[in-house]
Structure formats: structure tokens, C-alpha cells
């Protein structure tokens, strides 16, 4: 099955629908560019591999 390339600007287009969020023109622009900024940060995230056994801390403690 051939995997969709995401395309964020129709992700913009319908979440604007979705929330019913009247996203300005002049606006659209810099709303896709950032949703691509975050898309290409969550790509980076999402690759890094990690350990089938390891486990969810429960709690924070640094």
C-alpha cells in the first residue's frame, strides 16, 4: 500500500473548517510554514528508534 505524502496545507485548510477558525489570507502562509517546521521536527522525533523493552516512567523526577 503506497503511503500519502502529508500535505500541510490541506491539513491547514481543514482544521481552519474543523474549528471554524477564519484564517486569513494573509495569514495562511506563515500558518503552513510553521505546520511544516512542526511536521519536519516530528518526522525527526518519530524516526529516532528505540528499544522494544523499555518502559514509560511513570513519574518525572530529573
Known sequence: MARKE????EYVDQMAL????Q????Y?????AN?????AIANLVNSFPLAQD???APVFEP
Open 28 to 32: 495562511r502562509d506563515g500558518v503552513v
Open 54 to 56: 523499555i518502559e514509560v
Open 6 to 9: 502529508f500535505d500541510v496545507g
Open 23 to 26: 484564517l486569513r489570507d494573509e
Open 18 to 21: 474543523l474549528l471554524n477558525l
Open 35 to 39: 505546520f511544516e517546521r512542526i511536521n
